[in-house]
């Protein structure tokens, strides 16, 4: 059963790049046809999906935060990270990995909260001075 565990600091200064590692256990990270997303939620929001990094590699942002995302992987250490520079008061929010299957991919980019996958118990990060 695969499993997914964020971790990071759960507080950040505005102005800085907010870091987070998703470490995975029970599967690869380069299982052919899974893809590997970043998702938050704001307080009083609903999720909203930032980007994934597909089994091969290949990454694909949210839009409105293409600008300051970078989604990454370590193979040899069976995790992949997140960086969103330039961070606000409104980037405070639970962050979450998930996996899902290529059939998965367009509900979580457009409404992850229908989709159907793994994902992990979330991190609290605050962006505050």
């Known amino acids: 059963q695969v499993q997914l565990q964020e971790s990071g600091p759960g507080l950040v200064k505005p102005s800085q790049t907010l870091s987070l590692t998703c470490t995975v256990s029970?599967?690869?990270?380069?299982?052919?046809?899974?893809?590997w997303s970043w998702i938050r939620q704001p307080p009083g929001k609903g999720l909203e999906w930032i980007g994934y990094i597909a089994y091969g590699g290949s990454t694909y942002y949210n839009p409105t935060l293409k600008s300051r995302t970078a989604i990454s992987r370590d193979t040899s250490k069976n995790h992949f990270t997140l960086q969103l520079s330039s961070v606000t008061p409104e980037d405070t929010a639970v962050y979450y990995c998930?996996?899902?299957?290529?059939?998965?991919?367009?509900?979580?980019?457009?409404?992850?909260?229908?989709?159907?996958?793994?994902w992990g118990q979330g991190i609290q990060v605050t962006v505050s001075s």
């Open positions: 998930a996996r899902v299957l290529l059939s998965q991919l367009p509900t979580m980019t457009s409404r992850p909260a229908k989709a159907a996958g793994n």
């Open positions: 029970g599967g690869s990270i380069t299982t052919n046809y899974y893809y």
